[in-house]
């Protein structure tokens, strides 16, 4: 297969997490003959220091023509001064995902099963179980409604936005990914959906739990449904977070619910996910951020770089058995006890760095006897597969 993906480095730890990712997509394009066309574009505060734009046009262009778009991270205090609307998060994040139309945000979160000590919880919560998916809406509420400060700066308002088409899209998502997760799981459990709102006070979320619950009533009643308080919802991921399947929420709780939902599988650096809409492509990131305390250092997990690489194969490629590769490398790079430092517990671990990691793993993958990863749930979930002609092709800059 020959496809046309858009590499964001980006800021802080953004370009060494993802080298490391187009190190394990280039170890599994040859593994399975496949030509990946990757191109790297600026983006964020590097963008804004190149060309004085955090989303220059041409990075835009290239990811609108891209097949999917692998990103690091963006921002970082050299740019925290920049006017909201010019700022890496606003301008360069905010942007791609309004811009490319990537309306569901997929982040899942689970427990690896050598990084079950890395968990805060306690063993009895964490021997439960945690394998949850977050749907989180990504291109309404409060994040894209409209925003005031008064004249005098001394009172300000974000409107929160969401109309009924914005609630089934993302929740047909969400639908269909437990559906796609229950078939994964062989029937150990029937696929549940807990959509998380604030029922009790906003007018949004009133909007958002009939809605669901009409949806759910005429084309998903095979799936359990369930409504939860979101102040709820934050509760019950650290007392029983087994109790979860996919998470269906809108833009802001998603964002917190997820940091949430990453600290309990143990670090926030293994979380990768996954921003998708009706059309062809993809962007795919890790959910942490720039972290720029570490920038340089060659110690940043680059792990949820590359197991966004993997659900990027899965969901804008069709490519299971290449995503289930790199997923089973990961899990056996970890079950041989090799670690970046914020995982690490105990001291029988071999402690390695960013670039390390990226080795070991993008080396399993190579070699390693092909056999199904644990977790392959969401295959089904695939999107559009027209891909154009490839060539290899460098091109940072402006223009
Ligand atoms: C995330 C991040 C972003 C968000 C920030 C950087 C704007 O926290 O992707 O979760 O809030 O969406
Ligand atoms: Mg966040």
Redesign the pocket.
Known sequence: MKAKIAILPGDGVGPEIVAEAVKVLDAVARRFGHDFEMTEHPVGGAAYDLCGDCLPDTTLAACQAADAVLLGA??GPKWDALPPEKRP??RA??GLRAKLGLFA?LRPAKVWDALTGASPLKDGIVARGIDLLIVRE?TGGA?FGEKRRAADGKSAYDMMPYSEREILRVARVAFEAARARGEGHAAARPPKVTSVDKANVLETSRLWRETVTALHASEYADVELEHMYVDNAAMQLVRDPSRFDVILTE?MFG?IL??EGSQITGSIGMLP?ASLGDARGGLY?P?H?SAPDIAGKGIANPLATILSAALMLRHSFGLSAEADTIERAVADVLAAGIRTQDIVQGNDHAVVSTSEMGDAVSGAAETFAARPAPHSALSNLAVGLDFGEARTELRPGCK
């Open positions: 963006v921002g998060e606003r994040l905010l945000n990504l994040y833009n964002d997820s940091d996910s990131e959910i951020g």
